[in-house]
């Protein structure tokens, strides 16, 4: 099997060698656990090596993740400003979550991502979070199908590496809203505040990766500026 790196060295020996190439892997996590500055290492790695990439921001502003990515020690304009890198918000295509049109502004949001993805030919995908896409109960069976379809055409080419983010209720065991992300998605990486010793520590744990080896351990991080996710000892 082929593998290309997350850009977080610990990740990649966590997995005998880095990420399954052409997959989906689900990154999962309370508010403030870290999901968006690991998926802005891995893309930033990736534009370092000369591929393209494509954010897709939800919640976020484009400005605000392009900053954040600064204040982390990367500097993603000269790749917004080759065209190598694309930041797309579709805040404005979720829509009205109460609304009958709610599925159809779904499909052209898959669309639209997918034609992004081949315009430019990113071969590295952050989806940052999935879960309004999947919110809303009324049309459960429907955002099934779409998100399913969605990893299905995003795995399909064998080329394009995904990460999407979901985040879990605070406190809760679950890793997705409804569950489809993670079991449509080929990996899960886990990102925890855990209590040690009085203190919280910062905590990565593979869940799952298909066709791979893997550390089961959950694994002690920090973030540091300059440097992002830095894997330290296993708990
Ligand atoms: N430049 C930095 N240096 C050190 N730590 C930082 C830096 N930037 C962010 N952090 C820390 O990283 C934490 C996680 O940030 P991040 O935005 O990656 O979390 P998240 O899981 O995406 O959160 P959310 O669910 O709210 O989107 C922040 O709460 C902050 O403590
Ligand atoms: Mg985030």
């Known amino acids: 099997m082929q593998r290309i790196s997350s850009g977080i060295d610990g990740l990649d020996q966590i997995l005998f ?33 000369g591929e393209s990439a494509l954010f897709v921001s939800i919640d976020e502003k484009p400005e605000h993740v392009i900053s954040d990515a600064l204040s982390l020690g990367w500097d993603l304009d000269p790749f917004l400003e080759s065209g190598k890198l694309h930041v797309m918000d579709i805040t404005q295509h979720i829509g009205d979550f109460d609304s009958a049109e709610h599925t159809v502004d779904l499909g052209h949001v898959i669309e639209t991502i997918m ?8 071969t590295r995908v952050v989806i940052d979070p999935i879960a309004p896409l999947v919110f809303g109960d009324a049309h459960t069976q429907q955002i099934v199908s779409y998100i399913r379809g969605l990893i299905f055409a995003l795995e399909d080419s064998g080329n394009i590496n995904t990460l999407l983010t979901s985040y879990v209720p605070v406190g809760s065991e679950k ?61």
């Open 115 to 122: 034609a992004k993805i081949k315009a430019i030919g990113a």
């Open 175 to 235: 890793v997705s809203s409804i569950g489809v992300e993670e079991f449509a998605t080929s990996g899960i990486i886990i990102l925890k505040l855990e209590p040690l010793h009085q203190r919280y520590v910062r905590t990565l744990r593979v869940k799952k990766m298909r066709g791979t080896r893997m550390e089961l351990s959950a694994y002690h991080i920090e973030i540091m500026s300059g440097r992002g996710i830095v894997v330290r000892n296993p708990l």
């Open 17 to 49: 060698g880095g990420l399954p190439k052409g997959r989906s892997v689900l990154v999962a996590g309370e508010p403030g656990t870290g999901k968006t500055t690991l998926c802005l290492q891995y893309l930033h790695h990736g534009l370092q090596q």
